[in-house]
């Protein structure tokens, strides 16, 4: 904590003041601040930063699988990547996910930059955006059933890349 | 002359003189996804100039050429694009594989990356190298053209033999876990036609005139 930078402290002490308990932990390494967040607050932590503190750039919307991971508690994680354009200050909100409920409110309505990279976690992980415009999958085919970054899917997958017509000569 | 034949006038056959024409014009169709396809454009280009060898003019509409180069890897999502493609290109056609990924998926061993596009279409010479040298394309297509010249046929007759796949034996995918339907070569665009799995979380997108459209 104490080598968060001046500004940003006020930010954290404002939210640890308004949020409280949802705030589950801060911490930071080297220049990365990091702010875990619990699931049912996100949006609101989110909407505050981003109305109030003005982050008004979403970097990233990734996923971790914590499956087989050493000590880890809870299976998926949801990292926002937050930038504020004019003081340059960056923050990284983390929440955690389990099965069977993976859904988080989406925050497409705070930064339109949410659409592509919610709908990229939705395609990869699994996890449900609530509130997305169109939450559909974004890299792999739509006819896909897996999800294919978590770790319960293998890494060659289930056969899906050998399932096509095969063309001989003769026919073409 | 013995035969009464004028000067100037040769006797050959129809075969033979068909394939003198076709393998010194390939016309190439580059499907360039990766880069490979940056070895392709060095070897057009002119300190390579694949037009010595009569296979300069690339064309980007598969019904104008016969000579389809494979460069690069290709995923799920491009395979059906690729024999879409394969399939509107007139006879007679031939197919280079060019670099690893093309001919065995290379070091994408992954989910989502077809492993050798001779899976699923049929390869007439393949290119190793990563990427290969314009030396081996070029190599490649002179190893086509003694090929078109040995084995061709006017009326392209030489591919009706070819019933069953050239490439690796076909792999299984497991049944209850794998997608039903990747691949459908004829239409390629297939996204709103089949029936999606139902969203986890019951979500309803912002669009229900999309939705309705899928259902009809």
Not at chain 1, 163 to 172: D, L, M, Q
Not at chain 2, 2 to 28: C, H, Q, T, Y
Not at chain 2, 38 to 65: K, N, W, Y
Not at chain 2, 158 to 177: H, N
Request: glycine share 6%.
């Amino acid at each position: 904590m104490s080598d968060v930078t001046g500004d940003l402290q006020n930010i954290l002490s404002a939210l640890a003041e308004r949020f409280g308990q949802t705030l589950r932990s801060i911490s930071s390494f080297r220049d990365n601040t990091r702010l875990e967040v619990s699931r049912d607050r996100i949006y609101d932590v989110l909407q505050t930063l981003r109305r109030e503190f003005g982050f008004d750039m979403l970097i990233d919307v990734t996923a971790v699988d914590y499956l087989y991971y050493p000590n880890a508690r809870d299976r998926f994680a949801v990292i926002y990547c937050l930038l504020n354009v004019t003081t340059g200050q960056r923050l990284v909100v983390k929440t955690y996910l389990n099965e069977p409920d993976l859904v988080l409110p989406s925050v497409f309505s705070l930064w339109k930059s949410a659409d592509w990279l919610e709908r990229e976690v939705y395609d990869m992980f699994g996890i449900v955006f609530e509130g997305h415009p169109n939450l559909k999958r974004i890299l792999m085919p739509q006819e896909f059933t897996a999800f294919p970054l978590r770790k319960d899917y293998p890494l060659r997958g289930f056969g899906e890349r050998h399932n096509f017509p095969v063309i001989t000569r003769a026919e073409s | 002359m013995a035969l009464g034949i004028p000067e100037n006038v040769f006797l050959s056959r129809l075969d033979a003189l068909a394939n003198w024409v076709r393998k010194n014009s390939l016309w190439p169709m580059p499907f360039a996804t990766a880069c490979c396809g940056i070895e392709l454009m060095a070897t057009g280009a002119s300190r390579h100039d694949i037009a010595r060898f009569g296979a300069e003019v690339m064309r980007f509409s598969p019904r104008q050429c016969d000579l389809m180069i494979v460069a690069g890897r290709v995923v799920m999502k491009m395979l059906p694009v690729l024999q879409r493609i394969w399939l509107q290109m007139p006879e007679p056609k031939w197919c280079i594989s060019m670099g690893a990924c093309a001919c065995s998926g290379g070091v994408f061993d992954t989910y989502a990356v077809v492993q050798g596009v001779d899976r699923f279409i049929p390869v007439d010479v393949y290119v190793p190298g990563c990427p290969p040298r314009p030396e081996q394309l070029t190599a490649s297509v002179i190893a086509l053209q003694e090929r078109i010249e040995r084995t061709g046929t006017l009326t392209g007759r030489e591919f009706a033999q070819r019933i069953t796949s050239d490439g690796p034996p076909v792999v299984q995918p497991l049944p209850d876990k794998a997608i039903v339907a990747p691949g459908d070569a004829l239409t390629s665009t297939r996204l709103w036609q089949v029936d999606l799995p139902p969203l986890p979380g019951g979500v309803k997108t912002a669009f229900p005139e999309l939705e309705e459209d899928q259902d009809s």
